[in-house]
């Protein structure tokens, strides 16, 4: 455990020249999150040593550790050098990173196994794209052997900024959803229940970790920010559509602004904005309607109660749910809404309320075809 880990003062981290992800990520991690175990590593100078166990001048590995220096991957360093020497075997299952890792208690943290499965994936095991970090690492090795930093300092910069997302992902977006997250099981689309969390949250990662399966594992988010906007995201796993949502919303907005302009089903479930409710923007491939987003920050907050958006929300997910006062012919299969007495919900389009008057439609279209003439 850590507690048993003395102070070990490092001035420098030597490593190999064409350093892999897996090197470049346990020093990443050793600067970060090391400098108690390790006093001075957080400005340590990077050299490069020949692969292998050798060290520069032939002494052993310890006589330098000794100095204040701390190899990773190379020298056949004590602690963080997962290559066979002579005098131990290869550490089976360990690279430089995971044993640094394992070192300052972070192993089994959930952010750094996610790195740790993509450096593996992309370097460990050779499945690297051509665009991906390593293989571009790569490239600027090759076209800078005489200034190694090059490709060193963009890898540290770039997966850097992505550890530390992660590291927030699953620290303090997690608490933050755990405090502030409200969870209501409700009927869904496809014969199954759906959870549907409210948050009311800044936190630009908050959906994401709700949607995921490690995290929140709810289908459909409502975030509100501090400003009002308020931003709909859906888990892509549930295959919900949001058309049934987007409508009614903008409809309400149109109707608060009072500014009823667009009415038409197909209007009002198109991609990006429609006119009377600019301030939302609908999102058909991602199926998302947002009020406002990281991008697009000067939109002006819906003028719609968060709990009149839930409500929403609730109908639109729900196929069984109908106007009360006419809910129980609609689940007989038959619509009363007319021109001289429209129905307010099949007035929104539900797909449910459109399926009935289609299947309406269709056995009259059978009833009322003449019979087949007789041979």
């Not at 490593?15 to 108690?36: N, P, Q, R, V, Y």
């Not at 002494?59 to 701390?70: F, I, K, Q, S, T």
């Not at 009311?200 to 906007?229: F, H």
């Not at 406002?292 to 609730?314: Q, Y």
């Amino acid at each position: 455990m850590t507690a048993t880990h003395a102070p070990i003062p490092v001035h420098t981290i030597p490593t190999h020249h064409g350093e892999h992800l897996d090197e470049i990520l346990a020093i990443f991690l050793l600067k970060t999150l090391g400098e108690k175990f390790f006093p001075g590593i957080a400005d340590a100078k990077i050299v490069y040593w020949g692969k292998g166990c050798n060290t520069p001048d032939g002494r052993p590995v310890e006589a330098w550790e000794a100095e204040g220096y701390l190899p990773v991957g190379v020298g056949g360093g004590t602690l963080f050098d997962e290559h066979a020497t002579p005098t131990r075997p290869r550490r089976e299952g360990e690279c430089a990173a995971s044993l640094v890792a394992k070192y300052l208690d972070v192993f089994d943290e959930l952010w750094f196994q996610e790195v740790l499965e993509f450096v593996t994936r992309d370097d460990l095991k050779g499945n690297a794209s051509q665009y991906d970090i390593g293989a571009i690492a790569k490239i600027l090795q090759l076209q800078n052997p005489d200034n190694p930093e090059v490709a060193f300092e963009w890898v540290m910069i770039g997966l850097g900024a992505k550890i530390k997302q992660r590291m927030a992902f699953w620290r303090q977006t997690r608490q933050e959803f755990e405090r502030l997250a409200k969870i209501e099981t409700v009927p869904g689309p496809f014969g199954k229940d759906i959870r549907i969390a409210v948050i009311r949250s800044n936190d630009p990662q908050i959906a994401k970790y709700a949607t995921s399966r490690k995290g929140g594992d709810v289908q459909l988010v409502v975030q509100q920010q501090e400003t009002g906007n308020v931003q709909i995201f859906r888990s892509h796993r549930s295959n919900i559509k949001l058309y049934d949502v987007a409508r009614p919303i903008r409809l309400e907005e149109e109707y608060l602004n009072d500014k009823v302009v667009t009415t038409s089903w197909t209007e009002l479930e198109a991609e990006g904005t429609v006119a009377g409710s600019e301030n939302w923007c609908f999102g058909e491939h991602g199926q998302w309607l947002l009020n406002g987003s990281l991008t697009a920050t000067d939109v002006p907050p819906t003028k719609i109660p968060l709990e009149t958006i839930v409500k929403i929300i609730k109908t639109a997910m729900d196929p069984a749910s109908f106007s009360p006062d006419r809910a129980p012919k609609c689940r007989e299969g038959t619509c009363t809404s007319t021109s001289h007495n429209p129905c307010p919900w099949y007035e929104l389009g539900f797909k449910r309320c459109r399926k009935i008057r289609f299947n309406m439609s269709q056995a009259r279209t059978l009833t009322q075809a003449p019979a087949a003439s007789g041979q």
